[in-house]
């Protein structure tokens, strides 16, 4: 067998078929984990939803315009199972975070009292502001059982009530303001009713 000549066609040849054999294979790990990775995120939702609205037997998908801005939040209208309504999960969001886009989910019960919130999505600074994701946290629990009204959705710093994470205002801040998106287009919809 005789070596190629190391020239520059043959090397931009050589270059071009091993890229489009690793695009290949890159195509072809992705169509085979493409249904698996979905159905995981599915499971991790409904369970978000579970947590944030307990005893729910099924719940209503549908999409709400923003109170405050112009896309939409996800409401979930739980019901249990003699199918009466016990809450709305809402997906909520602020682009604002440490390091950018947070995603969270809040359960309301009927009276606008927050049931529980837990984040979703984050990619804050660990050891700071990805203390969000530690469900146990006071910084989630102080939520839980407060109405919005009344509890002012802003860091303590700010003027509001929210023990901020420690070191972590800017994370904590856009919680917050993730937190208080959900709320008014809670209220807006009247409680989570179409």
């Known amino acids: 067998m005789q070596k190629l000549k190391s020239t520059l066609p043959n090397m931009v040849i050589v270059l071009g078929l091993i890229a489009a054999i690793t695009s290949s294979l890159l195509a072809?790990?992705?169509i085979i984990t493409k249904e698996p990775i979905a159905k995981v995120q599915e499971?991790?939702?409904n369970k978000a939803i579970s947590d944030v609205v307990p005893g729910l037997d099924r719940f209503d998908e549908y999409k709400v315009k923003s109170a405050i801005g112009e896309d939409s939040l996800t409401f979930?209208?739980?019901f249990n199972k003699d199918g009466e309504y016990i809450g709305t999960a809402v997906k909520s969001y602020d682009n604002n975070g440490f390091n950018g886009y947070i995603e969270i989910i809040v359960g309301f019960d009927e009276?606008?009292?927050v049931i529980k919130d837990v984040p979703l999505k984050q990619g804050e600074t660990p050891g700071l502001g990805a203390k969000m994701g530690d469900t146990e946290s006071h910084f989630i629990t102080q939520w839980f059982g407060k109405n919005l009204s009344s509890f002012t959705p802003k860091v303590k710093k700010d003027g509001g009530d929210v023990d901020a994470i420690t070191a972590a205002t800017i994370s904590s801040r856009a919680y917050c303001r993730a937190m208080d998106l959900a709320y008014q287009t809670y209220l807006s919809q009247k409680g989570g009713n179409q």
Do not use: D, S
Request: no cysteine; hydrophobic share 40%; glycine share 8%.
């Open 43 to 45: 499971m991790k939702l």
């Open 76 to 78: 979930y209208k739980a």
């Open 111 to 113: 009276n606008g009292n």
């Open 28 to 30: 072809l790990v992705y």
